[in-house]
C-alpha cells in the first residue's frame, strides 16, 4: 500500500512541473559495472546481478554450471516466479546466433566488456560544448565516437 500511495505522490509532485522542469530532474545515477563480478549467493542477487547485465552496454561473461561460458551481448531477460522460469538471451560475440541462459544455470557472472556507454550523457556532450566554446571555437559539433 505504501508504494502504491509514494508512486501517487511522485505523479502528483510531476503534474506541478512545466515540460522544460521535467527535462532538468535527476534521473538514476549510472553505475560503473565495468570489471565488476558480483557474489551470487542468494536468488534475489543472481535476479538484481542479471537486470544489471541487461541494462549494461557492454559484453558479460556468463559461466553456466556446467562449466560452459557465454561471452556476449545480454539483449534481453525474463522474469518468472522462479530462477527456472526465468531466462536470459545473449548474442556470443563470436557468432551471431541467440543463446538462452535460464537464471537457475548461472553459476558466475563477470561484466567482461569494455560499457560502450560510460560517459556519453546528454551532461558529457554539453559540457565538452561548452570547453570547446570557451575555448574559442566556432562551428562546433561534438562528433560521436566510432563503435569497435
Known amino acids: 500500500m505504501a508504494t502504491e500511495q509514494q508512486e501517487h505522490l511522485k505523479i502528483e509532485q510531476l503534474r506541478h512541473h512545466s515540460a522544460d522542469e521535467l527535462e532538468h530532474i535527476a534521473g538514476r545515477e549510472k553505475e560503473n559495472l565495468e570489471g565488476w563480478i558480483p557474489a551470487l549467493a542468494s536468488d534475489a542477487e543472481i535476479r538484481e ?23 556476449g551481448y545480454l539483449f534481453d531477460r525474463r522474469s518468472g516466479s522462479s530462477l527456472q522460469d526465468s531466462f536470459v538471451r545473449v548474442i556470443p560475440a563470436n557468432d551471431r546466433t541467440k543463446v538462452n541462459v535460464a537464471y537457475s544455470d548461472v553459476a558466475a557472472l563477470a561484466f567482461t566488456g569494455r560499457d560502450t556507454a560510460a560517459g556519453k550523457t546528454f551532461d558529457a556532450w554539453v559540457k565538452k560544448y561548452w570547453e570547446k566554446k570557451a575555448a574559442g571555437e566556432k562551428n562546433i559539433q561534438i562528433e560521436p565516437e566510432k563503435l569497435d
Open 49 to 71: 546481478a542479471l537486470e544489471k547485465a541487461f541494462d549494461y552496454r557492454g559484453d558479460v561473461t556468463i559461466t553456466r554450471k556446467d562449466g560452459t561460458k557465454v561471452e
